[in-house]
T-cell receptor, first 115, second 110 residues
Framework: GAGVSQSPRYKVAKRGQDVALRCDPI?????LFWYQQALGQGPEFLTY????????KSGLPSDRFFAERPEGSVSTLKIQRTQQEDSAVYLC?????????????FGPGTRLTVL | QQPVQSPQAVILREGEDAVINCSSS?????VHWYRQKHGEAPVFLMI?????EQKGHEKISASFNEKKQQSSLYLTASQLSYSGTYFC???????????FGTGTRLKVLA
């Protein structure tokens, strides 16, 4: 595809439900990032993949958050037993190489609302 | 630690210039600048690398002072389309963690 895509675009979950958010990066991009953006705030780093390897997960807020990229392309962010404070926009970004200084291309985000 | 941006918000008339600053307490390898419009994803504007390299984008340019751990974004002859929230983004050396600054809301009026 031409850009990074994410699905679903909107997700409403009842507190305690599990959710799975999908990211399709630009084809051939080595690096993939997940961010959480609360209303009125900047994106906050969650985790980073280089191909299928999760090299940094220091931003995941709790062990309820889990991310994977098993074949080095599509990635899934899973949140178990959702809570109201998980409500946010979840952004995925990819970059061509594994270099620190590489440009990140963002997807449109998934807006998660936990009731 | 999150880079601090200043000002927090700015209102301009079309054609006016603006400067947005980004300051970090940690050593920087590179600085990126992004613009995010309401309800949309951040869009890359430019990247600055250690060594003071500057890369411009039309009427938007930026500088990077690695000694002071600061970067500035210069918006010249602003257009209505420049409205949005601007974020600097940084990676500290030796880490994959990517951190966005506190953000600057910019509004350009006709």
């Amino acid at each position: 595809g031409a850009g990074v895509s994410q699905s679903p675009r909107y997700k409403v979950a009842k507190r305690g439900q599990d959710v799975a958010l999908r990211c399709d990066p630009i084809s051939g991009h080595v690096s993939l990032f997940w961010y959480q953006q609360a209303l009125g705030q900047g994106p906050e780093f969650l985790t980073y993949f280089q191909n299928e390897a999760q090299l940094d997960k220091s931003g995941l807020p709790s062990d309820r958050f889990f991310a994977e990229r098993p074949e080095g392309s599509v990635s899934t962010l899973k949140i178990q037993r959702t809570q109201q404070e998980d409500s946010a926009v979840y952004l995925c970004a990819s970059s061509l190489r594994g270099a620190q200084a590489d440009t990140q291309y963002f997807g449109p985000g998934t807006r998660l609302t936990v009731l | 630690q999150q880079p601090v941006q200043s000002p927090q918000a700015v209102i301009l008339r079309e054609g006016e210039d603006a400067v947005i600053n980004c300051s970090s307490s940690k050593a920087l390898y590179s600085v990126h600048w992004y613009r995010q419009k309401h309800g949309e994803a951040p869009v890359f504007l430019m990247i600055l690398l250690k060594g003071g390299e500057q890369k411009g984008h039309e009427k938007i340019s930026a500088s990077f002072n690695e000694k002071k751990q600061q970067s500035s974004l210069y918006l010249t002859a602003s257009q209505l389309s420049y409205s949005g929230t601007y974020f600097c983004g940084t990676e500290a050396s030796g880490t994959y963690k990517y951190i966005f600054g506190t953000g600057t809301r910019l509004k350009v009026l006709a």
